[in-house]
Each structure stands twice: as structure tokens, then as C-alpha cells.
């Protein structure tokens, strides 16, 4: 049961903005910073951005993300083909413990 | 350029333990956490431990009574081993490299280098 809520899916044209938000609390999001890692389909997990709004070499300047309070986006402008794919914002959550949760995860479609 | 390779059993009966090693290879094995998350057919990830060069777990509180996370340094490797499965513990299963900095009381955390993943399927 993730604890980190995404949209299940959101769609674009080639061409456009798509953004994916990403609903959490004050233990995680609101504490923390907050990742975005893109799935294509049968491979392992990417690292698309860190600490909110960083990226790291090798991903392109279309993907962007943002924080405020407890919510964050990722931002993908210019959407492209390859862009299809699942993606999850995660971070740090200081409740029971300490422990890294993932969110429920966004299909994103390009039309 | 790091790379994880990772191994273990695919298939397993209910009640037996689970167990995968993650190999570390191009990089320094000291100053990063090392983290295992795993996947079900058709879900999202789920997170399930960590541990750091030395020896420093932290558990998913979910899986915490089930879950040993072990490192062996002279060997860059480090191990999970998951007891009592059932089908539920059917998964995909990963190792990832964890960078980990605390500024104040932020955490940041992310998974910036993965392995292929491992298919472990629990069946009788």
C-alpha cells in the first residue's frame, strides 16, 4: 500500500506538456526530497530526477520536477515516443521507523 | 561506470527462503546505502531494506520480521534473504545503489543505479 497517491495515467501528443503529481504527507514529501524513476516496460527502474528538481547526467532537459508542501510534479515537456513508459515518485518517509516509499505509480501514453 | 549484477533461486516453494546476491562492480562499495526493492507482476515497487558498507540496516516495517539484509565488503556484495514466502512474495525482485545525504533533518535518498532484476516466482 504506497503512501505517495500519482494519477494512473495521463496522456499527450508528441509535442506536449504532461504532468504527473504526486500527493504525500508531512513524513515524507513534506520533509523529505522527492525522486522520479521512469520503467519502460520489462526493464529495471531510471533514476529521471533527484532532490526534487536535479538531474542526473544523461537525462534530458524536457523532464523537470518541482516540490511545494506536501505534493510534488514532474513535468515532461516536448513529449516524445520514447516517453512512454511507467512513472513513480518516491522519497524518504520518517514515519514508523524510517522507510523508503514509492508512489502508485503513472502510465503515461503518447497518443 | 558501476555496475550490479545480481543472482539467486527463481523459484521456490511457500515457506522457503528466499535468498539473492547483488555484486558490485566499477565503483566504490563504501559511502552509498545498498538497497533491494522488488516489484509484483503487474504492480508498483515497493521498497523493502538497505544496508551501508557498515553493516547500518534499515527495514521495511512491512517486511522487517522476515527480512535479513547481509554485506560481505571483500567481496563488493551484499545479500537479502526473505523467509516464510508465500505467493504473495511473487516478484521481480532488484538491487540498487542508494546514495544517502542528511542536511538538517532532510533526507535525501534515491536510487541512482540498478541491477537487471530477478524473477522470483513462489509456487508449490
Known amino acids: 500500500q504506497s503512501v505517495l497517491t500519482q494519477p494512473p495515467s495521463a496522456s499527450g501528443t508528441p509535442g506536449q506538456r504532461v504532468t504527473i503529481s504526486c500527493s504525500g504527507s508531512s513524513s515524507n514529501i513534506g520533509s523529505n526530497t522527492v525522486n522520479w524513476y521512469q520503467q519502460l516496460p520489462g526493464t529495471a527502474p531510471k533514476l529521471l530526477i533527484y532532490s526534487n528538481n536535479q538531474r542526473p547526467s544523461g537525462v534530458p532537459d524536457r523532464f523537470s520536477g518541482s516540490k511545494s508542501g506536501t505534493s510534488a510534479s514532474l513535468a515532461i515537456s516536448g513529449l516524445q515516443s520514447e516517453d512512454e513508459a511507467d512513472y513513480y515518485c518516491a522519497a524518504w518517509d520518517d514515519s514508523l521507523n524510517g522507510r523508503y516509499v514509492f508512489g502508485t505509480g503513472t502510465k503515461v501514453t503518447v497518443l | ?124
Not at chain 2, 24 to 40: L, N
Not at chain 2, 49 to 76: A, C, F, M, Q
Open chain 2, 1 to 124: 561506470q558501476v555496475q550490479l549484477q545480481q543472482w539467486g533461486a527463481g523459484l521456490l516453494k511457500p515457506s522457503e527462503t528466499l535468498s539473492l546476491t547483488c555484486a558490485v562492480y566499477g565503483g566504490s562499495f563504501s559511502g552509498y546505502y545498498w538497497s533491494w526493492i522488488r516489484q509484483p507482476p503487474g504492480k508498483g515497487l515497493e521498497w523493502i531494506g538497505e544496508i551501508n558498507h557498515s553493516g547500518s540496516t534499515n527495514y521495511n516495517p512491512s517486511l522487517k520480521s522476515r527480512v535479513t539484509i547481509s554485506v560481505d565488503t571483500s567481496k563488493n556484495q551484499f545479500s537479502l534473504k526473505l523467509s516464510s514466502v508465500t505467493a504473495a512474495d511473487t516478484a521481480v525482485y532488484y538491487c540498487a545503489r542508494a546514495p544517502s545525504t542528511v542536511r538538517g533533518v532532510i533526507i535525501t535518498k534515491y536510487m541512482d543505479v540498478w541491477g537487471k532484476g530477478t524473477t522470483v516466482t513462489v509456487s508449490s
